[in-house]
């Protein structure tokens, strides 16, 4: 007969003949992070160059995709050129259409802004869906502080049901000296508000510091949560407070913990995109080739 006793002993025995063998539900080690490499064309904006120049010194210079500005592409179009033979001219090149950077005020407190950023954010979408752009920078234009994260949420996750009816998809992005959305908490707690599995960040290094975000947060985005990643660096001796985006440097030339930053970013797994955007005068007055064979080379260092 069992006793008390022996059932005891017994059942105390069952985890370490559990560890005896090999666990079927042991997960395997999580697959590196695989990175692309984007020009977004602020980096170069200052040369004047036309978006043709721009594609054809991207591919030449060996970066895999590009992140155009919306006014770029509608510049193009009043030219009387097709959206077609852009996208004809990237395909040709090698270059994907990685993102696009516009402005509708979407998340505007203000019920008819919003509904009129609404309206443009279809619009652009359209445009960028017939480039085969799958992706769209979705900023806090237009709203003001404070703001009502939760329903900065709802409004996300509408933005992100017209994306997957125009096969785009927002990336809710911060900008550090916004002064509603400048925090990486913030697009942290509206991306949780909209409740969605497509829900995106777009982060910047510069941002990051700008705001007061830091580095350690960054940790918590698995490689689900962020496709594409603003990659500069921000000088040591101005104020962070007093920084403009007119300062940004170089990934690695400036003070942000760039090693530590490529190594939680390689840790993510999935496919992440590296973009270098830049707003610097000094590369303005550059050759703009020279330029952007430089970012790519200092992003290829750390990553």
């Known amino acids: 007969m069992t006793t008390r006793r022996n059932l005891l002993k017994s059942l105390a025995l069952l985890p370490l003949a559990a560890t005896a063998q090999p666990s079927l539900a042991m997960e395997s080690p999580k697959e590196a992070t695989r990175f692309k490499f984007s020009l977004n064309t602020s980096t170069i904006r200052g040369q004047k ?66 509904k009129t950023g609404f309206t443009q954010m279809e619009k652009e979408m359209g445009i960028l869906a017939e480039l085969g752009c799958t992706r769209v920078a979705a900023p806090a234009i237009g709203t003001d502080a404070p703001l009502d994260l939760l329903k900065a949420g709802e409004r996300y996750k509408k933005l992100l049901e017209l994306g997957r009816k125009t096969g785009v998809m927002p990336q809710l992005e911060f900008w550090g000296a916004f002064p509603s959305f400048f925090h990486l908490g913030q697009a942290m707690a509206v991306a949780a508000a909209a409740d969605d599995k497509d829900a995106k960040i777009l982060a910047d290094v510069y941002h990051l510091f700008r705001g007061g975000s830091g580095f350690e947060g960054m940790k918590m985005l698995d490689g689900h949560a962020i496709d594409i990643f603003h990659m500069n660096d921000f000088p040591g001796d101005i104020p962070r407070t007093e920084q403009q985006d007119k300062d940004r440097v170089m990934p690695g030339d400036g003070a942000a913990p760039m090693q530590e930053l490529s190594d939680t970013l390689k840790s993510k797994g999935g496919q992440l995109i590296l973009s270098l955007e830049l707003f610097n005068p000094t590369y303005y007055a550059m050759d703009a080739e020279v330029v952007i064979k430089e970012g790519l080379g200092k992003m290829k260092r750390f990553f």
């Open 49 to 114: 160059l036309s978006l043709p120049q721009i594609i054809e010194l991207a591919a030449r210079s060996g970066y895999d995709g590009f992140e155009p500005w919306m006014m770029e592409i509608e510049g193009y179009l009043k030219e009387g050129k097709t959206l077609a033979s852009l996208k004809k001219l990237a395909s040709d090149a090698g270059l994907e259409f990685f993102d696009c950077i516009g402005f509708p005020t979407w998340m505007a407190q203000d019920e008819e802004k919003s």
